[in-house]
């Protein structure tokens, strides 16, 4: 974990100098409630949610994004509060990037993510950062997504150590330099290319008998 989000975690988290002041929340890691990925149409490309008791289902998860993005892909600003819960959120020409905390969440350690993450996605998309792109590295950055939070605690602010690691996750896949969308487009053509065979040898044997 970064050295700035443990400051952060630090300041946001002193310590009560009497039992009284109760209106203090109890510390805890699990800071981040969800992060998500929108299109221009506000539909979901990529999104995780770390506690089900702000979103049981992923129904009310999708309604949670429309509504989300409806407030927000004209907005000027860069968080808002929607659902009790504090947003905040970052657009490059088709993508929306979305972290959310609970009300009382500060602010600064949901932006130091939201920074991370959309840093990391630019690094590996090579500044492409769209949405046809984005999908064609689907697999990398969900890889990278984890790096940056596991279950709702936040674990590294610093993009280029989350690109470092991704980068070694790659090449200890037994892919190789195949991404896992690349192994399933291959697939899906030979398994194509062989029903097509398939077809026209039944085909010639009919016509011949």
């Known amino acids: ?3 700035l989000l443990v400051r952060n975690l630090i300041l ?5 100098p009497s039992r009284r002041c109760k209106f203090i929340q109890e510390p805890t890691l699990y800071v981040i409630k969800g992060i998500a990925i929108l299109d221009n149409d506000g539909n979901r490309l990529l999104a995780k949610y770390y506690d089900p008791s702000v979103f049981p289902t ?3 998860e999708k309604k949670f994004e429309k509504n989300l993005f409806q407030k927000t892909h004209r907005a000027n600003a860069e968080v808002i509060m929607l659902d009790r ?3 905040v959120y ?3 020409v088709d993508l929306f990037f979305y972290v959310m905390g609970l009300s009382h969440e500060n602010e600064l350690i949901l932006v130091s993510v939201l920074s991370c993450l959309y840093d990391a996605v630019s690094a590996i998309l090579r500044k492409n950062v769209e949405k046809r792109t984005l999908l064609d590295n689907l697999d990398i950055i969900m890889l990278a997504l984890d790096e940056i939070c596991d279950g709702g ?4 602010t610093d993009p280029q150590v989350v690109t470092q690691r991704v980068s070694l996750r790659m090449e200890e896949s037994p892919f190789n330099d195949q991404t896992v969308t690349q192994q399933v ?3 899906l053509e030979t398994t194509t290319g062989a029903v097509l065979q398939s ?11």
Do not use: H, I
């Not at 077809?199 to 008998?209: F, G, I, M, T, V």
């Open 85 to 87: 819960l504090t947003c």
């Open 199 to 209: 077809a026209r040898e039944q085909l010639k044997w009919s016509l011949l008998k």
């Open 153 to 156: 605690v936040p674990l590294e």
């Open 90 to 92: 970052r657009s490059n």
């Open 12 to 16: 946001y988290f002193p310590v009560c």
């Open 58 to 60: 992923v129904k009310e």
């Open 185 to 187: 487009r291959q697939k």
């Open 1 to 3: 974990m970064s050295g």
